[in-house]
């Protein structure tokens, strides 16, 4: 009975090694980025979550509206943005 090999750590590819090491680096941009954004009060408020179809900004004049009326109701724009107009 022969041992084919020795116990020793596998040899991972550098590839995997190279993606753990960008998902640890993206995380920790996340982090900081959030952090920052939080300690700087600098968020925005989401009216309505669309995460798909919320990307592209409303087109038109009415749909502007309609988007700061909904703003208006959150506790941002009557607390602290009260002042703030649609233009």
């Known amino acids: 009975m022969t041992n084919p090999t020795p116990l020793s750590a596998p040899p991972y590819p550098r590839a995997i090694l190279w993606w753990l090491g960008g998902v640890a680096a993206l995380i920790f941009i996340m982090v900081m980025v959030g ?3 939080r300690l ?5 408020s989401i009216t309505d979550w669309r995460p798909i179809t919320g990307v592209i900004p409303p087109l038109d004049a009415a749909a502007w509206q309609a988007e700061f009326e909904k703003y208006q109701s959150s506790p941002e724009f009557r607390l602290k943005n009260f002042s703030m107009t649609v233009d």
């Open 35 to 37: 952090g920052a954004t």
């Open 40 to 44: 700087t009060g600098s968020g925005l």
